[in-house]
């Protein structure tokens, strides 16, 4: 029987997994389910070591003997800082010690409650990774689950690192009524052969098996990614990409999600990107349903805007989703993640793809027909949500200047760039940009910084840049346009709603009666004397019969001596 601490469990059953053989271990009661839990295990053999200091270098021998990661568990307070000169030594020897550490609750660290110190971080210089282990289920148990799995990833890595796993327990600690360890998650991680050639066979299994494949791109700069030699994959595998990804396309999901029972049930929060009021509906026939959910999800660049899709995806508990990444670091968007391939997203997608291109042409697998049906059904979603986003806004909008703004730019000659300002402005560009790559600070998402980058950006580059950016924004970095570097290549769309907009779509918000005043922004600010100080060209619009002239003006291919700003003084609701 294994103890009824749900972490501890969860521990011990990823140890085993990850092919954990020995532990070392010390006596005390806040470790005891640890210990139990330990010796219950058959996998996994125990050495009981009385003293904390000895104990370390015990497990460092049997490390150096047996070239593998060593447990050694200690109970809470200063047994952990005994492990300290071991920990030391096994990192400059490329040893790998599995520092498990019994803990009392947070909330009575430092409250002169007994065997109490900050055990987090505690042993950083000598560990590659440190986790705090929740007391209680978090996101039905995956944020425990990825946290160990993050930990011991590191601790079976090439090089050998110290990983430090802290448990904190809340009493009563000695009840062990647990029949069997839970079948937890092992995320895995590959690094492929220099030539690529060589893909993790799980990944390659996952996808010809699949019967509902999806690959899903984040942000990924058009610098890094240039879609060759990846065309069959991506003709036989449903590909879904915001703006932000390193294509001149959108798909435009956002309505098929929003219009899909199945998603719209699980949302605490509706997505930002449906600001736009004005949508043709898609059709009943082309929304989604379980058939569309994925059982195959490859992951590919950094953030995604969009919040339905992400709760779409993590709908789907059992799909088998792959990371590529570049850092290697365990990223569990969807709380589904399986596998993480390091390395270049665009060598590796075409190496994915010269196999499945292989194995179709060896009849190795059945994948059109397992994905043709699927494949069907959501191009038909695709083109129906496209549609809808291609009817015209008719209300003066943020959504109508975006939408008219991006038509315009595709009857200019000349090369540019776009930048899109997060908060409305990039949740618009996933509705309508096209035509050319999207940049958007998304790495934190926050509001500030978003003017000066572009105006970097223009500094560095030979063509015009356009920054599209709502008033919050702009008022709050409008200390980028006071540069006496300032391209006069950089021209500026300023959506001015008097407010965060965004705000207006938090359910319940508006019941507040600082709703507007003190958590909106609202202001009567224009950016009239601040382009006026700065010598930036200005011109302002009321009104929706203006917006194409206005337009013309901002994008027309007249002398560059000065930069340009636009702004649309929108209706404040």
């Not at 009981?48 to 060593?70: K, W």
């Not at 063509?463 to 200390?479: E, P, R, T």
């Amino acid at each position: 029987m294994y103890s009824n601490k749900e972490n501890v469990n969860t521990l011990t059953a990823l140890l085993v997994a990850h092919g954990i053989r020995h532990a070392v271990v010390c006596p005390g009661s806040r470790n005891a389910p640890i210990v139990h839990n330990l010796n219950e295990c058959p996998h996994i053999t125990c050495h009981p070591v009385n003293d904390e200091r000895s104990a370390g270098f015990f497990a460092l021998g049997i490390a150096q003997a047996t070239d593998e990661p060593v447990v050694v568990c200690v109970t809470s307070g200063t047994a952990l800082l005994n492990l300290a000169p071991a920990v030391a030594e096994a990192h400059y020897q490329h040893q790998s010690l599995v520092v498990v550490s019994a803990d009392r609750p947070a909330e009575w660290i430092d409250q002169l409650d007994g065997q109490t110190l900050r055990q987090p971080g505690a042993l950083a210089p000598w560990v590659a990774k440190t986790v705090n282990l929740p007391t209680s289920p978090v996101l039905g148990g995956t944020y425990c689950n990825r946290l160990v799995n993050e930990a011991l990833i590191e601790a079976t890595a090439d090089h050998h690192p110290c990983v430090h796993i802290n448990v904190p327990l809340s009493e009563p600690l000695f009840q062990f009524t647990v029949e069997e360890l839970p079948r937890e998650r092992v995320i895995r991680r590959y690094t492929p052969a220099a030539d690529y050639d060589c893909l993790p066979q799980a990944l390659v299994d996952d996808l010809l098996s699949a019967e509902r494949p999806l690959i899903v791109f984040g942000q990924l700069s058009p610098r890094r990614f240039h879609y060759e030699g990846i065309d069959y994959l991506f003709s036989h595998v449903i590909v879904l990409h915001e703006a932000l990804a390193p294509f001149t396309s959108i798909s435009h999901f956002e309505l098929s999600v929003e219009s899909s029972e199945l998603s719209v049930e699980s949302l605490e929060l509706r997505d930002f990107s449906s600001v736009p009021q004005h949508s043709t509906k898609v059709s009943q026939h082309s929304t989604l349903n379980t058939q569309q959910i994925p059982d195959f999800i490859l992951y590919v660049g950094d953030a995604i805007v969009s919040k339905q899709l992400k709760q779409f995806l993590r709908q789907a508990t059992d799909a088998r989703t792959w990371r590529i990444s570049l850092t290697g670091d365990v990223e569990d968007t969807f709380l589904n993640l399986r596998g993480i391939v390091v390395g270049d997203a665009e060598r590796t997608l075409q190496s994915l793809s010269s196999k499945l291109q292989k194995s179709q042409r060896l009849h190795l697998s059945n994948f059109k027909q397992q994905t043709s049906s699927y494949r069907s059904q959501w191009l038909q979603l695709l083109t129906a949500a496209k549609a809808a986003d291609e009817v015209p806004v008719e209300s003066f909008s943020s959504a109508a200047v975006v939408q008219t703004f991006e038509r315009q730019l595709q009857t200019v000659g000349y090369a540019y760039e776009v930048h899109y300002a997060n908060s409305t402005p990039i949740r618009l560009a996933n509705r309508y940009a096209q035509g050319h790559p999207v940049w958007c600070n998304r790495g934190t998402n926050g509001i500030d910084g978003s003017l000066s980058t572009a105006a970097g950006f223009a500094a560095a580059t030979e063509g015009i840049v356009f920054c599209v950016i709502g008033d919050l924004s702009f008022f709050y970095d409008q200390n980028a346009l006071w540069n006496q570097h300032l391209s006069p290549r950089l021209r500026i769309l300023l959506l001015n709603n008097a407010h965060g907009a965004i705000f207006d779509q938090l359910p319940g918000l508006a019941a507040s009666p600082a709703a507007t005043t003190l958590v909106a922004g609202a202001h009567s600010a224009t950016a009239e004397g601040i382009c006026r100080q700065n010598g930036v060209d200005y011109r302002q619009l009321t009104a929706i019969d203006q917006l194409s002239d206005a337009l013309q003006w901002l994008t027309a291919a007249t002398d560059d001596s000065r930069p340009l700003l636009l702004e649309v003084l929108l209706p404040a609701r």
